[in-house]
């Protein structure tokens, strides 16, 4: 019966060169002379196979250079990472597969390790850890990190704040993410807020030329005046330097800013007028008994701005400084047609100075409505009476016209005037200069054509005349 070890014996002596089975070695001899036969064979045959054997780097499964020994892929890779974590100040990690696979001597140069480096850095995706701005659910701008993107946002509210006395809030939903991203995708400071404030678009430049109103800056680009000074922070539109830069909106913001302040201010009040009647007084004649004088109180006031534009303005308190003192005015109310024509006398001023050159009543199978009283162009006409002034202008044949109501249905009429010197809804006192005797209109020369009317009906004026 063979020995136990015999099934593993036998096919070694059969890998047994043939001088072992016929040298005069013992047996433990010849299979110890078989292995190391077998190694030195091992290690010497595949040398000459080996020469001239290199490494591919491969790239998400594609090759992109050839190296001579896999420490050129450490010293590239370590090259990218070192100017990478340079530029960006940061710690940048490489994201697709990078490995080296043999491959025999191309016939192409051998890349050294910044050659690898400079392929590697154009080939492959390199991601850095950075912060996203989200707004709503979308990223609109990535940061370096997270104290950066703080910054950006408060510098967003401050300068939407009033001198730092303002509730400030976003009027989207706000949040900060930390994501990895590709480094040519990451924004300084600057930019990112640019970002924010200008959709992207960024906001025009304009150098400030001699003669530029902030008015018309804003109209040549179509932009409000409330807009282009949010965007300029401090300036002062009465005075612009001539040669400075100003920032013009043109965006539309991706992050819009709510602003709550207070606001005191001193407000006049203006005085109210009592009007009372006074029976010794004509109608249409007034006379202050007292001046007025305005109050003035402090109003604080909670204003709502979007984007530095105010909104709304609510008041939230008032403080009485000085009260208002009431004017008062007395008002006639006596009629001036005191007297009838049976009794004589009237109560109306003469108009102009100077004698009737035509009478009222017909006058070559017309009526005439009125009075003519003749004088030199340019003589003064004042009012028979107080009242108010309800035309002033040209009225067909009369020429330049004043009419003037003195209340109980009473108007008198001041024609053919070469000046007017009142306007309609004017009140004027008993003999205040109206206008100037001239012949305008129908007329054969200069003359006051004087009418009194009672309830539309022309009377003869020659009954209420002193």
Same mark, same amino acid.
């Given at each position: 019966?063979?020995?136990?070890?015999?099934?593993?014996?036998?096919?070694?002596?059969?890998?047994?060169?043939?001088?072992?089975?016929?040298?005069?070695?013992?047996?433990?001899?010849?299979?110890?002379?078989?292995?190391?036969?077998?190694?030195?064979?091992?290690?010497?045959?595949?040398?000459?196979?080996?020469?001239?054997?290199?490494?591919?780097?491969?790239?998400?499964?594609?090759?992109?250079?050839?190296?001579?020994?896999?420490?050129?892929?450490?010293?590239?890779?370590?090259?990218?990472?070192?100017?990478?974590?340079?530029?960006?100040?940061?710690?940048?990690?490489?994201?697709?597969?990078?490995?080296?696979?043999?491959?025999?001597?191309?016939?192409?140069?051998?890349?050294?390790?910044?050659?690898?480096?400079?392929?590697?850095?154009?080939?492959?995706?390199?991601?850095?850890?950075?912060?996203?701005? &989200?707004?709503?659910? !979308?990223?609109? *701008?990535?940061?370096?990190?997270?104290?950066?993107? @703080? #910054?950006? $946002? /408060?510098? +967003?509210?401050?300068?939407?704040?009033?001198?730092?006395?303002?509730?400030?809030?976003?009027?989207?939903? &706000?949040?900060?993410? !930390?994501?990895? *991203?590709?480094?040519?995708?990451?924004?300084?400071? @600057? #930019?990112? $807020? /640019?970002? +924010?404030?200008?959709?992207?678009?960024?906001?025009?430049?304009?150098?400030?030329?001699?003669?530029?109103? &902030?008015?018309?800056?804003?109209?040549?680009?179509?932009?409000?005046?409330?807009?282009?000074?949010?965007?300029?922070?401090?300036?002062?539109?009465?005075?612009?330097?001539?040669?400075?830069?100003?920032?013009?909106?043109?965006?539309?913001?991706?992050?819009?800013?709510?602003?709550?302040?207070?606001?005191?201010?001193?407000?006049?009040?203006?005085?109210?007028?009592?009007?009372?009647?006074?029976?010794?007084?004509?109608?249409?004649?007034?006379?202050?008994?007292?001046?007025?004088?305005?109050?003035?109180?402090?109003?604080?006031?909670?204003?709502?701005?979007?984007?530095?534009?105010?909104?709304?303005?609510?008041?939230?308190?008032?403080?009485?400084?000085?009260?208002?003192?009431?004017?008062?005015?007395?008002?006639?109310?006596?009629?001036?047609?005191?007297?009838?024509?049976?009794?004589?006398?009237?109560?109306?001023?003469?108009?102009?100075?100077?004698?009737?050159?035509?009478?009222?009543?017909?006058?070559?199978?017309?009526?005439?409505?009125?009075?003519?009283?003749?004088?030199?162009?340019?003589?003064?006409?004042?009012?028979?009476?107080?009242?108010?002034?309800?035309?002033?202008?040209?009225?067909?044949?009369?020429?330049?016209?004043?009419?003037?109501?003195?209340?109980?249905?009473?108007?008198?009429?001041?024609?053919?005037?070469?000046?007017?010197?009142?306007?309609?809804?004017?009140?004027?006192?008993?003999?205040?200069?109206?206008?100037?005797?001239?012949?305008?209109?129908?007329?054969?020369?200069?003359?006051?054509?004087?009418?009194?009317?009672?309830?539309?009906?022309?009377?003869?004026?020659?009954?209420?005349?002193?």
């Amino acid at each position: 019966m063979p020995p136990p070890h015999s099934r593993f014996l036998f096919p070694l002596l059969a890998c047994l060169p043939p001088y072992a089975y016929v040298s005069n070695l013992p047996l433990k001899e010849k299979i110890r002379c078989t292995i190391f036969l077998c190694l030195f064979l091992g290690l010497v045959l595949p040398l000459p196979a080996a020469w001239g054997r290199a490494y591919g780097v491969e790239v998400n499964g594609q090759i992109v250079g050839y190296v001579a020994h896999p420490g050129v892929l450490r010293q590239a890779r370590a090259v990218v990472l070192n100017e990478l974590r340079a530029r960006l100040g940061q710690e940048v990690r490489l994201a697709d597969a990078v490995r080296l696979v043999p491959a025999r001597m191309p016939g192409e140069e051998l890349l050294g390790a910044n050659a690898l480096a400079e392929l590697l850095e154009r080939s492959c995706r390199w991601e850095a850890l950075a912060t996203g701005i &989200v707004v709503n659910g !979308r990223t609109v *701008a990535l940061v370096r990190d997270t104290a950066t993107a @703080e #910054r950006v $946002l /408060e510098r +967003l509210k401050a300068q939407y704040s009033e001198d730092g006395d303002a509730t400030v809030r976003f009027a989207e939903d &706000v949040a900060l993410v !930390r994501v990895a *991203a590709a480094p040519e995708a990451i924004w300084d400071e @600057e #930019r990112a $807020l /640019e970002q +924010l404030r200008y959709g992207g678009l960024g906001p025009a430049r304009h150098v400030v030329g001699p003669g530029d109103t &902030v008015w018309d800056i804003a109209r040549a680009y179509g932009v409000a005046v409330d807009d282009l000074l949010a965007s300029n922070a401090g300036l002062d539109p009465g005075r612009l330097q001539v040669g400075s830069t100003l920032l013009i909106p043109t965006g539309t913001p991706l992050v819009n800013v709510v602003a709550f302040h207070r606001e005191t201010v001193r407000e006049r009040l203006d005085f109210p007028t009592e009007v009372r009647q006074d029976a010794n007084l004509y109608r249409g004649q007034r006379r202050v008994l007292r001046e007025g004088r305005p109050g003035w109180e402090e109003v604080t006031y909670e204003v709502l701005s979007y984007n530095g534009r105010e909104q709304q303005r609510r008041v939230v308190a008032r403080k009485l400084l000085e009260p208002p003192v009431g004017r008062v005015v007395a008002e006639g109310t006596r009629s001036w047609l005191v007297a009838s024509r049976g009794e004589g006398g009237g109560r109306l001023a003469w108009p102009t100075p100077g004698g009737v050159s035509s009478p009222f009543g017909r006058r070559g199978g017309r009526m005439h409505t009125g009075i003519d009283i003749g004088g030199t162009v340019g003589n003064p006409v004042v009012a028979a009476e107080a009242g108010r002034v309800i035309m002033a202008g040209w009225y067909a044949g009369y020429g330049k016209v004043v009419d003037i109501a003195h209340g109980g249905g009473a108007v008198t009429r001041y024609a053919h005037l070469s000046t007017i010197l009142v306007s309609e809804g004017q009140y004027v006192e008993r003999g205040q200069l109206i206008g100037r005797l001239g012949s305008t209109g129908h007329t054969t020369g200069p003359n006051l054509h004087f009418e009194v009317r009672i309830n539309g009906t022309p009377v003869n004026p020659l009954q209420y005349l002193r």
